[in-house]
């Protein structure tokens, strides 16, 4: 199993590897006539249909045979705490890594068309597999530096895939903005990774997770907090989630490889895997909750504002992802990662419906569409399905997912410490209140969200109770804060649907089907948007509910209705001119770009150029006068020095008489 994982990643690393050295000649050798002769197009798509097909496998095995399954490659001898380069493959890598590879490969597929022509396609491809095998490997990594390595390389490829236009100056700016955002939060997490291996004397997530609550609580707090400066970085969380709207500059297939498969669902994910580092820290809980609810509630109503669609999908993005780190805050994990599946699909398929879109009408402005569901009804009704998740409209995927999100808010909120039936994170010693070297806590939620795991905790007294759980305040804020976001994510998915394919055609371009690579890569990921949420029905904790459903869908007529009246007074116009002058507030996002130039950027630039100042008229100033000084010196010097023998014996001659003078007179 551990060496199937490895394919999995090593297949698309290898591709990419060959795409950046072989790309180009494969491609001259196999001439033109089609994608079977596009030689990028198949040393990129092949091992991504391969590596589906591993990970289809594993998640199956794993489904067949639960259980955690873990292998190390090779261990590094630091000298004090020893790095295991090795796989960890359970339930929640397998789901990841499956649902990474398959958007992974509908991007490539779809980039055959939509990127047909450019001239650096080839390391365009090469860069998409390098992404795809990085976020593998944070998939499937069992030590948070392997993990962490995989974190970084994700990095640098979004730098390259967003900047790939680079001669256009937004778009190079859009790179280098995500990748310093991103960075800033790295700090964190890396520092947040040295704590706890330092901590618990293990970079193995595994045995981190057995002895992290031998960890003082200051120190845990401390070490989750700056994980969660690089969750919020990755995954565009307040206040770091400004470059993920300003990455739209990029092509759109990358936009749907970040926004629903890599990068940004890599925060979200890591917060899941290291969850009990989380849940034995309540604070860092309470501010991820907080966090979400910011995020959520402000991005939905930029969004709602946002005159391009492409960025009413990537702040739609930013607000989904907040509802995932809701879930984890109130303690539903199982909810959260359902709901990263889940987006997963409509999010690809929203995005690349858009490229669709934006191909057929030339712009990526809403105020540009309009009428094109009748010369394009692949792409109306694969996008239908996608909006109709986004919405969680039943019974499409999004309306399962939010509705478990809802549910573990709701009742967080309603019993707040009842540990017995609520979802709230508490582990309680199964030994009495005696001396013991070798405690056992378990750690337990309600039966819809039971996880009940038994863990032995070495050197830890055995008559402690420890109960994670959030403030009451939070725990409301975060409830109201997710009904919120319902009502506000119908209303601009409403906005975008109708603007999009309803009314009169506002442009005189053809309305036509693009590429049949394009249009039936977008209407396979329609499939899963639609139906993904049947699979959660197994489940207890992710099966509908009357009471949180008919909420759900309460606020979800309210939002989609409030938007379809305003709509069906005038087609022609856009129902966001509705919000007044508060509309300007929201399309600037609250201005928090701005805030950021005035109170950062600003000053940085300011004190650079004095820096520059000090340098060239100090430092450089201070070194180009000493050689000046010096050439002056050595012009001096030179007099006497000038090659010329007669002058040298002249000066020999001189010499000696003054000798001979001086020894005569003073003798």
């Known amino acids: 199993m551990i060496w199937l994982a490895s394919l999995v990643i090593l297949l698309p690393f290898l591709a990419a590897f060959a795409g950046l050295l072989g790309g180009p000649s494969l491609g001259r050798l196999l001439g033109t006539g089609g994608p079977l002769r596009n030689g990028p197009a198949l040393i990129a798509c092949a091992p991504a249909a391969v590596s589906l097909v591993l990970s289809a496998i594993v998640a199956f095995v794993v489904w067949q045979d639960p259980g955690e399954r873990t292998g190390t490659l090779a261990?590094?001898?630091?000298?004090?705490?020893?790095?295991r380069v090795g796989l960890q493959v359970d339930g929640l890598s397998a789901v990841v890594a499956l649902m990474v590879c398959c958007v992974a490969l509908a991007?490539?597929?779809?980039?055959?068309?939509?990127?047909?022509?450019?001239?650096?396609?080839?390391?365009?491809?090469?860069?998409?597999s390098l992404f795809s095998a990085a976020m593998l490997l944070v998939v499937f990594a069992g030590d948070l530096l392997v993990l962490y390595a995989g974190w970084e390389v994700m990095g640098i490829c979004s730098y390259f895939l967003i900047g790939?236009?680079?001669?256009?100056?937004?778009?190079?700016?859009?790179?280098?903005?995500?990748?310093?955002?991103?960075?800033?939060?790295?700090?964190?997490?890396?520092?947040?990774?040295?704590?706890?291996?330092?901590?618990?004397?293990?970079?193995?997530?595994?045995?981190?997770?057995?002895?992290?609550?031998?960890?003082?609580?200051?120190?845990?707090?401390?070490?989750?907090?700056?994980l969660l400066a690089g969750v919020a970085g990755k995954s565009a969380q307040f206040p770091l989630h400004t470059w993920l709207p300003d990455a739209m500059a990029g092509p759109t297939p990358i936009s749907a490889l970040i926004h629903a498969a890599t990068m940004v669902a890599a925060g979200v994910y890591v917060v899941a895997r290291l969850y009990w580092v989380f849940a034995a820290a309540p604070g860092a809980l309470a501010v991820l909750g907080v966090i979400a609810v910011i995020s959520m509630v402000g991005a939905a109503l930029a969004a709602l504002a946002q005159d391009d669609l492409k960025r009413v999908l990537a702040y739609s993005t930013i607000s989904q992802l907040a509802v995932m780190a809701a879930a984890l805050a109130v303690g539903a994990k199982s909810a959260a990662i359902f709901h990263l599946l889940a987006h997963g699909a409509f999010k690809a398929l929203l995005f690349l419906a858009a490229g669709c879109v934006i191909v057929t009408a030339g712009s990526n402005l809403l105020a540009h569409y309009g009428?094109?569901?009748?010369?394009?009804?692949?792409?109306?009704?694969?996008?239908?399905?996608?909006?109709?998740?986004?919405?969680?409209?039943?019974?499409?995927?999004?309306?399962?997912?939010?509705?478990?999100?809802?549910?573990?808010?709701?009742?967080?909120?309603l019993h707040g410490n009842d540990t017995t039936e609520a979802g709230w994170v508490a582990y309680t010693p199964l030994v009495p209140d005696r001396p013991g070297p070798s405690p056992t806590w378990t750690f337990s939620v309600r039966p819809e969200f039971r996880t009940d795991i038994a863990i032995g905790v070495p050197g830890r007294p055995s008559g402690a109770n420890f109960s994670v759980d959030l403030p009451s305040g939070v725990a409301w804020l975060i409830y109201l804060g997710l009904l919120l976001t319902v009502a506000l994510t119908a209303a601009y998915a409403m906005r975008a649907w109708l603007m999009t394919f309803f009314g009169?055609?506002?442009?005189?371009?053809?309305?036509?089907?693009?590429?049949?690579?394009?249009?039936?890569?977008?209407?396979?990921?329609?499939?899963?948007?639609?139906?993904?949420?049947?699979?959660?029905?197994?489940?207890?904790?992710?099966?509908?509910h009357l009471g949180p459903a008919l909420l759900g869908i309460g606020l979800l007529i309210i939002g989609a209705g409030a938007v379809f009246l305003l709509w069906n007074r005038d087609p022609a116009a856009d129902p966001a001119a509705a919000l007044g002058p508060v509309r300007t507030v929201f399309a600037r996002a609250f201005y928090v770009d701005e805030l950021y130039a005035m109170a950062v950027v600003r000053?940085?630039?300011?004190?650079?150029?004095?820096?520059?100042?000090?340098?060239?008229?100090?430092?450089?100033?201070?070194?180009?006068?000493?050689?000046?000084?010096?050439?002056?010196?050595?012009?001096?010097?030179?007099?006497?020095?000038?090659?010329?023998?007669?002058?040298?014996l002249t000066g020999l001659l001189a010499g000696v008489v003054v000798i001979t003078a001086l020894v005569v007179i003073f003798r």
């Not at 890396?190 to 595994?206: K, P, S, Y």
């Not at 000493?626 to 050439?631: D, E, Q, S, V």
């Open 371 to 413: 009428g094109l569901r009748r010369g394009m009804p692949i792409t109306f009704w694969s996008m239908t399905a996608g909006f109709a998740a986004l919405a969680g409209v039943p019974p499409f995927s999004g309306w399962f997912s939010k509705d478990s999100v809802i549910e573990a808010a709701q009742h967080a909120a």
């Open 164 to 226: 790939h236009h680079w001669e256009e100056r937004a778009n190079s700016r859009a790179a280098v903005k995500a990748f310093l955002v991103t960075r800033l939060g790295d700090v964190g997490f890396l520092i947040g990774i040295i704590v706890l291996g330092v901590g618990t004397r293990t970079f193995e997530i595994h045995d981190v997770l057995l002895r992290v609550w031998t960890m003082p609580g200051s120190t845990l707090t401390v070490a989750a907090l700056l």
């Open 504 to 544: 009169e055609q506002r442009g005189t371009y053809e309305v036509r089907e693009p590429s049949r690579f394009m249009s039936w890569t977008v209407a396979a990921l329609a499939v899963p948007a639609a139906i993904l949420g049947f699979f959660g029905l197994g489940a207890d904790e992710l099966r509908p």
């Open 75 to 83: 261990v590094i001898d630091t000298g004090s705490v020893p790095i």
């Open 603 to 648: 000053p940085v630039r300011a004190l650079a150029r004095h820096v520059v100042t000090f340098d060239r008229r100090g430092v450089d100033a201070a070194v180009v006068g000493t050689g000046r000084g010096a050439r002056r010196l050595g012009g001096l010097l030179r007099i006497p020095q000038n090659g010329n023998p007669q002058t040298y």
């Open 107 to 128: 991007v490539q597929v779809y980039s055959v068309a939509y990127m047909d022509g450019d001239r650096r396609y080839s390391s365009y491809t090469a860069f998409i």
